[in-house]
């Protein structure tokens, strides 16, 4: 079957409340659907809630700003990333991609309509945990730079999303599909908090959620000229730039066979 590619329709105001109005409903779908709200609420929570409950215990292993990082790329993984493409493929499966775009709103305002709600409550959970975290241990010495980081990997998890969704059947597939991408952002995150970038370095940051770790542990821990850690987000943007190109490519807006 020959994929759909996505074509780009001018902003619009009447865009931006088609947006909302499919971001509403898709909230409340949300807190309707028992499993989304387990895999995509609390399980991300009660797992970022371990390691700050546990951060002495992790700090023999790295830096405040490692623990923050795990935190903040555990809760993008399983609750935005994971959901995202299991909301898209739901929505595919049951047709219902297949109306909204029958409708007036564009492309885009119905795949933003879609996500928003997902990213909305990932980055409440992330704040929220953060800041429960920062009370424990001491505020981090950047903040305007942590937001940056999280602005940033909210992009690239929320991208990558929408390219894994290409590829996902239906939201049982999505269990499947989405393990690669977790694992790998939890694994390199846990890579570069660990062992910092002294070696390898380049390899590191040029891994999908390496930068933004590197990132991370700048802001929280401080030492690092603003410069050197800014640049820190141009890798992460690559991929967010990858990962939407390929969403262009492979996502489908039919039941996949």
């Not at 991208?159 to 590829?167: E, F, R, Y």
């Not at 989405?178 to 570069?192: F, G």
Request: proline share 5%; hydrophobic share 55%; no cysteine.
């Amino acid at each position: 079957m020959s994929t759909t590619r996505l074509h780009p329709v001018p902003a619009t105001t009447k865009g931006t409340h088609a947006m909302l109005d499919i971001a509403r409903s898709e909230l409340v779908q949300i807190f309707r659907n028992r499993l989304v709200l387990v895999t995509g609420l609390i399980i991300p929570a009660a797992a970022g809630g371990y390691f700050v409950y546990q951060h002495e215990t992790f700090s023999e292993l790295g830096s405040p700003g490692y623990i923050a990082a795990i935190v903040m790329f555990t809760v993008m993984a399983f609750g935005l990333y994971t959901t995202a493409v299991t909301t898209l493929a739901s929505r595919r499966q049951d047709l219902f991609l297949k109306r909204l775009r029958s409708t007036a709103a564009s492309d885009q305002s119905i795949l933003a309509g879609l996500v928003l709600p997902v990213v909305v409550l990932s980055l409440v959970q992330v704040v929220a945990i953060l800041t429960v975290f920062a009370v424990v241990t001491g505020n981090p010495a950047r903040i305007p730079l942590l937001v940056v980081a999280i602005l940033a990997t909210t992009a690239m998890m929320g991208a990558l999303a929408l390219a894994t969704a290409g590829l996902t059947n239906s939201p049982e597939h999505a269990q499947v599909t989405t393990l690669p991408v977790s694992l790998a952002v939890i694994a390199v995150a846990s890579w570069v908090g660990i062992s910092g970038t002294e070696e390898l370095g380049y390899l590191k940051r040029l891994l999908p959620g390496g930068s933004a770790t590197e990132l991370v542990v700048h802001a929280w821990d401080g030492g690092v000229p603003l410069v050197e850690s800014l640049s820190l987000v141009l890798p992460t943007m690559a991929w967010v730039a990858i990962a939407v190109a390929l969403a262009g490519r492979l996502f489908q807006w039919e039941p996949r066979r």
